[in-house]
């Protein structure tokens, strides 16, 4: 049984920045969150979940383009947390945020990923 949970999201002034979290958590054997990639996808409404950043186990990161210079995604495997730093938001960056597990290599499908939060909303105004 695995859960992901977020936390970090709210209401912030265009040009600000936000910190997301998200929590792993498992009973598996020790090591597995480190084969597991991790990814912050995001869906407005009346629009598609679209994937914003992903980590995979060697640490290599990918993100979508529009994000690109702006956001970062980490992990730290000891705490089995993932965060995605967003500087300079934009208010086209508003949406529910979620982030999703899978173990081995990182994809930008949605329905690549088995395990999934609840999600965090943020929300840019200009």
């Known amino acids: 049984q695995v859960s992901v949970m977020e936390s970090g999201g709210g209401s912030v002034q265009a040009g600000g920045s936000q910190t997301l979290s998200c929590v792993f958590d498992?009973?598996?054997?020790?090591?597995?969150?480190?084969?597991?990639?991790m990814a912050w996808f995001r869906q407005a409404p009346g629009k598609e979940r679209e994937a914003v950043a992903d980590i995979d186990r060697s640490y290599a990161t990918t993100y979508t383009e529009s994000v690109k210079g702006r956001f970062t995604i980490s992990r730290d495997n000891a705490q089995k947390t993932v965060y995605l730093q967003m500087n300079s938001l934009k208010p086209e960056d508003t949406g529910m945020y979620y982030c999703?597990?899978?173990?081995?290599?990182?994809?930008?499908?949605?329905?690549?990923?088995?395990?999934w939060g609840q999600g965090t909303q943020v929300t840019v105004s200009s």
């Open positions: 498992g009973a598996f054997e020790v090591g597995y969150f480190e084969f597991t990639c």
């Open positions: 999703a597990a899978r173990l081995g290599l990182c994809t930008p499908r949605p329905a690549d990923f088995r395990d």
